[in-house]
């Protein structure tokens, strides 16, 4: 399957990031070992975390077996209190396994990154990518890399933009949130 639209190949954002998108970028120290590296990558490919931060996924398959596939997500940001859909997004997995080399990665000498990526296809409101990251760097830290960029897909989207920019800076702390709550479990 070929990628959606221009966007592609995959960007991570930082210095070059698109012309006229916004860009989130977060990184957060989940622990050391190789044996936590293996677990939190295994949570991020399975779908885990997204569901853990209210996503609803409807993917087949870890996101390793399904490149070039379009899912739907839809998101619920209180599933245990109230189980409303507020948007559905579709997304084609652009990558998984080993990031392909791109601008803002910020990966250190010896560092073993693996993960996965999607762009959102052209039924959603906005036009982006992210990219999910799982680090093992030499000192033995493991770090989760959430990389991103958005724009509204057409100018109707633009008066509405900044609620939805809201409504991403909750989904990714959502996702941070639940990836404490998944490493404090075990």
Same mark, same amino acid.
């Given at each position: 399957?070929?990628? !959606? /639209?221009?966007? /592609?190949?995959?960007?991570?954002?930082?210095?070059?990031?698109?012309?006229?998108?916004?860009?989130?970028?977060?990184?957060?120290?989940?622990?050391?070992?190789?044996?936590? &590296?293996? =677990?939190?990558?295994?949570?991020?490919? /399975?779908?885990?975390?997204?569901?853990? !931060?209210?996503?609803?996924?409807?993917?087949?398959?870890?996101?390793?077996?399904?490149?070039?596939?379009?899912?739907?997500? =839809?998101?619920? @940001?209180?599933?245990?209190?109230?189980?409303?859909?507020?948007?559905?997004? &579709?997304?084609?997995?652009?990558?998984?396994?080993?990031?392909?080399?791109?601008?803002?990665?910020?990966?250190?000498?010896? /560092?073993?990154?693996?993960?996965?990526?999607?762009?959102?296809?052209?039924?959603?409101?906005?036009?982006?990518?992210?990219?999910?990251?799982?680090? &093992?760097?030499?000192?033995?830290?493991?770090?989760?890399?959430?990389?991103?960029?958005?724009? @509204? =897909?057409?100018?109707?989207?633009? @008066?509405?933009? @900044?609620?939805?920019?809201?409504?991403?800076?909750?989904?990714?702390?959502?996702?941070?949130?639940?990836?404490?709550?998944?490493?404090?479990? =075990?």
């Amino acid at each position: 399957m070929t990628p !959606s /639209s221009a966007l /592609s190949p995959p960007h991570y954002g930082g210095p070059d990031t698109p012309t006229g998108f916004r860009e989130i970028r977060y990184d957060l120290r989940v622990g050391v070992g190789a044996a936590l &590296h293996t =677990r939190v990558l295994a949570d991020v490919g /399975s779908w885990r975390l997204h569901r853990e !931060s209210g996503l609803l996924v409807g993917a087949t398959g870890a996101a390793s077996d399904i490149v070039g596939a379009t899912i739907r997500m =839809r998101y619920r @940001p209180l599933p245990r209190l109230v189980p409303i859909t507020l948007t559905t997004v &579709h997304c084609e997995i652009l990558w998984a396994g080993i990031p392909p080399e791109g601008p803002g990665l910020d990966l250190m000498p010896g /560092s073993i990154a693996r993960g996965f990526g999607y762009e959102a296809d052209p039924r959603h409101r906005e036009e982006g990518q992210e990219h999910f990251l799982i680090t &093992h760097e030499p000192d033995d830290a493991v770090w989760f890399r959430l990389r991103g960029f958005w724009r @509204p =897909r057409a100018p109707r989207w633009s @008066p509405i933009y @900044p609620l939805t920019l809201l409504g991403q800076s909750y989904a990714s702390h959502g996702y941070l949130r639940a990836l404490r709550r998944l490493t404090r479990n =075990r």
